[in-house]
């Protein structure tokens, strides 16, 4: 069957359905017309699955790692050794989740899909240095792939909404179900 252009060069449809998907699936619910709706949601679904396919394959493993020790404000220690300011570390376990092939194929795979996206704090105050960055990748495999682990499919809903002002193009809200 193939696919729909959108009106669009190839380079600029991926870019734009690729936008739409990361949202869809970071939002949960967006507005677009119904032919870019129906785009996303192959993109979506496709990825939707193969997160819910690899949610439990993983394993846990306890690693060490060195930190800089740190006081109470938050700032590195520093200690006097041959006449350098040196950071002082300490050894920390950390329990880490160590992807399975399979899983980091698919963590791969969203990733080239998918762009990074930042949260940024809803009051709209100090936005640079209170966002932070959002890992679409576990979201996917933690969040929306557990929900959907058990659905064999269709995992997205349309809803229209009638035409749009400007030029009475068909809207729809595709929503996560």
């Known amino acids: 069957m193939g696919y729909r252009k959108l009106g669009r060069t190839s380079s600029q449809r991926k870019a734009m359905l690729r936008s739409l998907a990361t949202n869809l699936l970071y939002h949960g619910k967006i507005i677009t017309t119904e032919t870019r709706a129906k785009e996303v949601r192959r993109i979506a679904e496709k990825l939707i699955t193969l997160a819910a396919k690899e949610k439990d394959s993983f394993t846990e ?3 060490k ?3 800089p020790k740190r006081d109470k404000e938050g700032k590195r220690v520093k200690k006097e050794e041959n006449g350098k300011r040196v950071t002082v570390f300490e050894e920390v ?3 880490v989740k160590k992807d399975s092939p399979s899983r980091l194929a698919a963590r791969r795979k969203i ?3 998918l762009y990074p996206v930042t949260s940024v704090p809803a009051d709209g105050r100090k936005k640079r ?3 932070e960055s959002v890992n679409m990748a576990e979201k996917l495999f933690g969040e929306i792939g557990a ?3 058990d659905r064999p499919g269709g995992y997205t809903r349309m809803i ?3 035409p749009r002002k400007g030029d009475a193009a068909p809207q729809v809200i595709i929503e996560l179900v």
């Open 61 to 63: 493993v306890t690693v």
């Open 65 to 67: 790692a060195k930190t």
């Open 93 to 95: 376990e950390k329990t």
């Open 111 to 113: 990733l080239s899909v």
């Open 129 to 131: 240095s209170a966002s």
């Open 147 to 149: 929900k959907y682990a």
């Open 160 to 162: 229209k909404i009638g």
